[in-house]
């Protein structure tokens, strides 16, 4: 594996480790969720070749979230879709080698860059998440439903 390669699965285990803790820590009745870390001012468009998929716990637990690293002209991102089960549920897919377009909110977790997707168009368009960050699967206030 080369270092970029290194890099990405170091970011993808960080972004697991944060989302498992962040799902475990409440404050009243609502958890942190990385999905409130979404800010429509960092919003971007970026296009590539998806290098890799894999999953990481969702802040519920209750499903795994898929994300994917995504080569760009500027370098290696790692974006956060959806819960597996709701990807599924839709007919949504990814896999190496697809060609995508994606816009989300810039974010950063413990130094890394990662991009909640809002929507990626590909050989079809998936919306993902509103323009305020509030993601599709969502059930009332509770964003870590499905």
């Known amino acids: 594996m080369n270092q970029s390669g290194y890099r990405a699965l170091a970011g993808i285990v ?11 820590w409440a404050q009243g009745s609502r958890r942190l969720h990385y999905s409130t870390m979404f800010n429509p001012r960092t919003v971007t468009t970026v296009s590539g070749e998806v ?9 519920s637990g209750a499903d ?25 549920k839709q007919g949504l897919s990814l896999a190496p ?10 974010i950063s977790i413990i130094n890394k860059p990662f991009l909640l997707v809002m929507e990626m ?26």
């Open 14 to 24: 960080l972004l697991s480790l944060t989302c498992t803790m962040s799902s475990a």
């Open 64 to 88: 795994y979230c898929i994300q994917a690293v995504l080569r760009t002209p500027q370098g290696d991102l790692t974006v956060i879709l959806a819960p597996k089960g709701y990807m599924a």
């Open 97 to 106: 080698k697809d060609r995508v377009t994606v816009t989300g909110s810039l």
């Open 121 to 146: 168009t590909g050989d079809r368009t998936m919306k993902l998440r509103d323009a305020n960050g509030r993601p599709a699967w969502a059930v009332g206030d509770d964003w870590h439903a499905h």
């Open 51 to 59: 290098v890799r998929v894999a999953q990481a716990y969702s802040g």
